[in-house]
């Protein structure tokens, strides 16, 4: 069964630091989302992505952030200069067609910013 | 703004018992709400879903249950087993193409032998 993949699984950067972070979504797929969760908290929206544009992005999604597709498999989310405040699991997701919403998770990346 | 609101934020069965989990919804165009299971340290794993035409759905031991009029949906886990311990997620969303999910707050499960 095909599945999201990301990596790479953890990530350690020192704050004021870049970061990409990777995922190859479900082939067929059509959107493509990035999640993230703070340890022991909900999972938060960021941003969707379709047809190489962005769909919709949440408060969380400030300059600092940026996604890509830059070829036909994967899909790059981007911190410029990361914060303290921005160690979480971070989770891509994708789904199919229009109109079918079921979305499949990666398996994540643990940032940690020292 | 939108919102999902999970209770209760934990719950503890013995194995063979039932488990249910709520979620109300605050944006009314919502219109697709699944259920999503965490095991530790694991990706959010898809384990049903419903849409805002049906007001319940079954999967063997698992069943979803939608009241538009309350704006609110649950989970029913039957026969609960050890395995069944986890994070349950739910989430609400409008069901575009491009459809961001909103989650709960999620419910520690946990099955005792």
């Known amino acids: 069964e095909p599945e999201v993949t990301q990596t790479p699984s953890h990530q350690v950067t020192q704050m004021g630091q870049e970061v990409i972070l990777r995922c190859v979504p479900i082939?067929?797929?059509?959107?493509f989302y990035w999640y993230r969760q703070i340890l022991g908290q909900k999972v938060e929206f960021l941003v969707s992505?379709?047809?190489?544009?962005?769909?919709?992005k949440s408060e969380i999604f400030d300059d600092q952030f940026s996604v890509e597709r830059p070829d036909g498999s994967n899909f790059t989310l981007k911190i410029r200069s990361t914060k303290l405040e921005d160690s979480a699991m971070y989770f891509c997701?994708?789904?199919?067609?229009?109109?079918?919403?079921?979305?499949?998770f990666g398996p994540g990346t643990r940032l940690t910013v020292t | 703004g939108e919102n999902v609101e999970q209770h209760p934020s934990t719950l503890s069965v013995q194995e063979g018992d039932s488990a249910v989990i709520k979620c109300t919804y605050s944006d009314s165009a919502s219109n697709y709400f699944p259920w999503y299971k965490q095991e530790l340290g694991k990706r959010p794993q898809l384990i049903i879903d419903i849409r805002s035409n049906v007001g319940e759905k079954k999967d063997q031991r698992i069943a979803v249950t939608l009241n538009k009029t309350a704006k609110h949906f649950s989970l029913h886990i039957t026969e609960t087993q050890p395995e069944d311990s986890a994070v349950y997620f739910c989430?609400?969303?409008w069901g575009g193409g491009y459809n961001k999910l909103i989650f709960g707050a999620g419910t520690r499960l946990a099955v005792h032998p």
């Open positions: 082939s067929n797929h059509l959107y």
């Open positions: 992505f379709y047809n190489n544009e962005i769909s919709e």
């Open positions: 997701a994708s789904s199919g067609e229009q109109g079918m919403n079921e979305q499949y």
């Open positions: 989430a609400a969303s």
